[in-house]
């Protein structure tokens, strides 16, 4: 069973501090994708990496691909009100990629 | 264009009875996904149709849980004698493709079964 895990759970930080947060596994993924939830709405896709090694940016936020396929990192750089959310990744497994293996989550909350 | 819509927004119901979901993907949209999340959990797969058909059902829990897709557009999830372990929220989405296409969430129905 292919699991993917998401460390921090939970984060706390101020307006301005930078964060990662870790999506790690032991299987490899043909991509893996990042999205953003917020209470009662569904996950939005932010990026997809396909590449090992790959780095993607989004305005303050910088995705990564491990060179093995096995895990990825999101990076946020100065972090604002409006990041508040939950960050979920989720991998495409080789033989069946429609089959999204999600992450049980990072919960980021940016103070003012 | 509008997203994908889910209704309702919230349903509470008594152990053992029947439910349905509803799911309108977004037009044009041929395969749609069904996934469960239950609290502080990630999205868990359960279903996915291409066209009218299910290509992929293997992540429905047990036999009280079936979808159908009978036009190709509209899915509803149905759960028979529902159990108070159903209680989550049940999200929809739909894509243009399938192999790496994105999919386009809905705002999901929370369940809650008493």
């Known amino acids: 069973t292919q699991l993917l895990e998401q460390s921090p759970q939970f984060l706390s930080i101020q307006e301005g501090e930078n964060l990662t947060v870790y999506c790690n596994s032991s299987s490899v993924f043909s991509s893996l994708q990042w999205y953003r939830q917020e209470p009662g709405e569904g996950p939005v896709l932010l990026v997809t990496?396909?590449?090992?090694?790959e780095v993607k940016k989004l305005k303050r936020l910088t995705f990564q691909f491990g060179d093995a396929r096995k895990d990825s990192s999101l990076h946020i750089t100065a972090a604002q009100p409006g990041d508040t959310g939950l960050y979920l990744c989720?991998?495409?497994?080789?033989?069946?990629?429609?089959?999204?293996?999600f992450g049980s989550g990072t919960r980021l909350l940016v103070r003012p | 264009g509008a997203g994908v819509s889910q209704t309702p927004s919230n349903k509470v119901t008594e152990k053992g009875k029947y439910v349905e979901l509803r799911c309108d993907p977004i037009?044009?949209?041929?395969?749609l996904y069904w996934y469960r999340q239950s609290l502080g959990q990630g999205p868990e797969f359960l279903i996915y149709f291409q066209g009218t058909g299910a290509a992929d059902d293997s992540g429905l829990p047990n036999d009280r849980f079936f979808a159908v897709r009978p036009e190709g557009s509209v899915s509803t999830l149905k759960i028979q004698r529902t159990e108070r372990g159903d209680s989550a929220v049940y999200l929809c989405a739909s894509s243009l493709g399938t192999s790496g296409a994105e999919q386009f969430f809905g705002p999901g129905t929370r369940l809650t079964v008493l």
């Open positions: 037009s044009g949209h041929t395969a």
């Open positions: 990496v396909v590449t090992g090694g």
């Open positions: 989720a991998g495409a497994p080789g033989d069946s990629s429609y089959k999204l293996i």
